[in-house]
């Protein structure tokens, strides 16, 4: 008994532990996108990005970005995932290359997104 509870203690914290089963979007935002999106000097602000249109704060985009807004491209959970996955492919000659390609971690980070307004 107290055997197994050892065992499945240990199984735990070596494998569940490190897959982090449930990733924190804040803290994951923190980590990797504050640095340039806390204020407008190194990116746009992300407050209330969520629904909003592609490059629409005051920021100065790239004209790349700029292009997807006028195209009529807006900030869904769907676009933010493709953007996120992969910047560059997103819109070629984004001005951003940070990429999340763990899956789970984005979609920490979209629903982060949401509550920033
Ligand atoms: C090294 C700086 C940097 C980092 C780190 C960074 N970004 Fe960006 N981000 C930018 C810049 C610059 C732009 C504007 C790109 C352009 O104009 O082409 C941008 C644009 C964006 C946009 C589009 C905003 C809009 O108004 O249309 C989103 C969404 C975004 N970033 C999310 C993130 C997320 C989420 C992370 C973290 C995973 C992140 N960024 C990390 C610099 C950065």
């Known amino acids: 008994m ?11 914290s070596l494998f569940a532990v490190p897959a982090l089963a449930q990733p924190d979007g804040e803290q994951l935002f923190n980590q990797q996108c504050g640095l340039c999106h806390n204020d407008e000097t190194m990116g746009p602000t992300l407050a209330g990005v969520s629904g909003r249109k592609v490059g629409g704060s005051g ?17 869904t959970d769907a676009e933010l995932d493709i953007f996120l996955k992969g910047p560059p ?10 990429a999340v ?3 789970d971690n984005r979609a920490a980070i979209i629903a982060y997104l949401k509550t920033l307004k």
């Not at 055997?3 to 199984?11: G, I, K, P, Y």
């Not at 920021?59 to 900030?75: I, V």
């Not at 492919?89 to 940070?98: C, E, L, N, R, S």
């Open 101 to 103: 390609p763990q899956d």
């Open 2 to 12: 107290f055997r197994t509870a050892v065992f499945a203690a240990l199984a735990l």
């Open 89 to 98: 492919a997103y819109a070629p000659g984004v001005k951003m290359f940070m």
């Open 59 to 75: 920021f100065d985009y790239s004209p790349a970005l700029k292009a997807k807004g006028e195209a009529g491209a807006t900030w």
